[in-house]
């Protein structure tokens, strides 16, 4: 059965820093990416980013692109997302995503208020 583990979720002040991480296990297959999404109060689930696991593609939404990166320990089967410069409209549940198939992390909660 795929796990898929998310952490570094917590509180930030705007313009603060935060890593997320997401460890995948139980999984047979191959991997092709890890990828990241969010979803806000009361609005649907967006993507963020993803990782392709089988060369350095990498693929950022126009919203966070430039602050956030995405980034990948094959060992581990983890993925991770450093956010910077993070600002109030951060704010949501953010999940990871494993393909192919539709598996789905827990989801860790990232809060930017002062």
């Known amino acids: 059965q795929v796990r898929l583990v998310e952490s570094g979720g917590g509180l930030v002040q705007p313009g603060g820093s935060l890593r997320l991480s997401c460890a995948a296990s139980g999984h047979t297959f191959s991997t092709i990416t890890m990828g990241w999404f969010r979803q806000a109060p009361g609005k649907a689930r967006e993507f963020v980013a993803y990782?392709?696991?089988?060369?350095?593609?990498?693929y950022t939404a126009d919203s966070v692109k430039g602050r956030f990166t995405i980034s990948k320990d094959i060992a581990k089967n983890t993925v991770f997302l450093q956010m910077n410069s993070l600002k109030p409209e951060d704010t949501a549940v953010y999940y990871c995503?494993?393909?192919?198939?539709?598996?789905w992390g827990q989801g860790t909660q990232v809060t930017v208020s002062s």
């Open positions: 990782i392709s696991w089988r060369n350095d593609y990498t």
């Open positions: 995503k494993l393909t192919p198939g539709e598996f």
